[in-house]
């Protein structure tokens, strides 16, 4: 496993790169330079569909009560978004200093992840050579430093920061809120069309045409005569396509709402997720690394039981005194269970399971009395049953 895979970030480079290794091109001043993304070309002709659909389709093929409601409230919301989002995109959201300093006809070096991971250190920009503020970060994409920099939007084709981070915000409100009233218009004309479509042919065009079979697009202006598989065709490809949108625009704005629960930015989120999933890899590479036994507490280990170490071999060669010992050991406490079950709690000399005989305590006696006289006042000292159940004197040994 690979402990270093994710670093945390750091605010300087390791390594200054040389300006002849590094690459040029201009910055970008906001979402109209080229090259145009291909996400922002997406988005435009996902507009431009839906407001056709809309506004030359659906709309007039409602009854003349919720015809021009429908006119006002769908104009409305659709000319709200186009100009936030023309806004959003036509800001510059770089920092002062570097509107201030850069030339944006003249190229800058890029920035290459692959040579130089981090470009800044203590506010300075090491690429666009300008001091910046905290909360600045320099785009890979645009080639510039942003300010209080949130992410670089595919859509809009800029980044999104402190400039036009509301600019973006009212944008993604009104789009989800044109989305899902077109898909409510929709799914009424879709389901009306099924169960009785004269509700839907109250244009006094469609008044003339006998049977519901054919239909007329784009009226009054521009009518198109369209069999009644066509306009459901067309319908229901506009209901996923809507259906599709307004799933993206909901997760989209649910993000951005609990960012603001949690009063971070969209970049600052993404490094608390790379710190903690670095935080986890590293506990899970030490827990790899701990042993769960030594060699050495094994060596010393001692088991009285045979089978779970069957292969006694490897201890003798080992360490010799050590398989003695434990085999001597071993030894002592199987006989002393065995004298336990027959309740044999005999203190002669015929009983074996006693861990200190009796001459073992005599000769103690007599070796104490030889450093201890009778005439030197030092009495000596009681014994210790070997079984613990009482203090033996010596007249007692004796007996």
Not at 269 to 276: A, I
Request: glycine fraction near 4%; proline fraction near 7%.
């Amino acid at each position: 496993m690979n402990c270093t895979k994710w670093r945390f970030r750091r605010p300087a480079p390791e390594t200054v790169i040389s300006k002849d290794e590094l690459a040029f091109r201009r910055p970008r001043v906001n979402g109209w330079s080229c090259p145009p993304g291909a996400s922002q070309l997406v988005g435009w002709l996902v507009y431009g569909f839906l407001a056709t659909i809309s506004f030359g389709i659906h709309i007039p093929l409602l009854p003349r009560p919720w015809y021009h409601v429908a006119y006002a409230t769908l104009g409305t919301v659709f000319i709200v978004h186009f100009f936030t989002h023309v806004a959003a995109v036509t800001v510059d959201p770089a920092d002062a200093s570097v509107r201030a300093k850069v030339n944006y006809s003249s190229p800058l070096p890029l920035f290459d992840r692959s040579k130089q991971p981090h470009v800044i250190k203590d506010q300075h920009c090491f690429l666009c050579d300008v001091q910046v503020g905290p909360r600045v970060k320099h785009c890979s994409s645009c080639n510039k430093c942003v300010e209080d920099f949130d992410h670089h939007c595919k859509w809009l084709n800029t980044c999104v920061g402190g400039r036009n981070y509301w600019l973006f915000f009212s944008a993604l409100v009104s789009a989800l809120v044109g989305v899902l009233l077109l898909f409510t218009l929709i799914l009424f004309v879709f389901v009306q069309h099924i169960r009785d479509p004269h509700i839907l042919r109250t244009a006094p065009q469609l008044g003339a045409l006998p049977g519901n079979s054919t239909w007329l697009l784009f009226l009054p202006l521009a009518p198109i005569e369209t069999s009644s598989a066509g306009l459901l065709t067309i319908t229901f490809i506009a209901l996923m396509l809507s259906t599709i949108c307004l799933m993206l625009l909901c997760h989209l704005l649910c993000f951005h709402l609990f960012l603001f629960y949690k009063g971070i930015s969209t970049f600052e989120y993404v490094k608390l997720k790379k710190q903690e999933k670095s935080r986890k890899q590293e506990l899970e590479c030490r827990n790899s690394k701990r042993p769960s036994k030594t060699p050495q507490n094994q060596e010393n280990s001692i088991d009285c039981e045979p089978t779970k170490y069957p292969s006694s071999s490897n201890l003798v060669s080992k360490n010799p005194l050590t398989f003695r010992l434990s085999e001597t050991l071993c030894s002592e406490m199987e006989s002393f269970k065995k004298s336990v079950d027959n309740d044999k709690f005999r203190y002669g000399t015929e009983n074996k399971t006693r861990g200190i005989s009796m001459s073992v305590i005599q000769n103690w006696k007599a070796s104490n009395e030889e450093d201890y006289p009778s005439g030197s006042g030092n009495s000596l000292p009681e014994t210790q049953d070997p079984l613990g159940s009482s203090i033996m004197s010596p007249n007692r040994s004796s007996q």
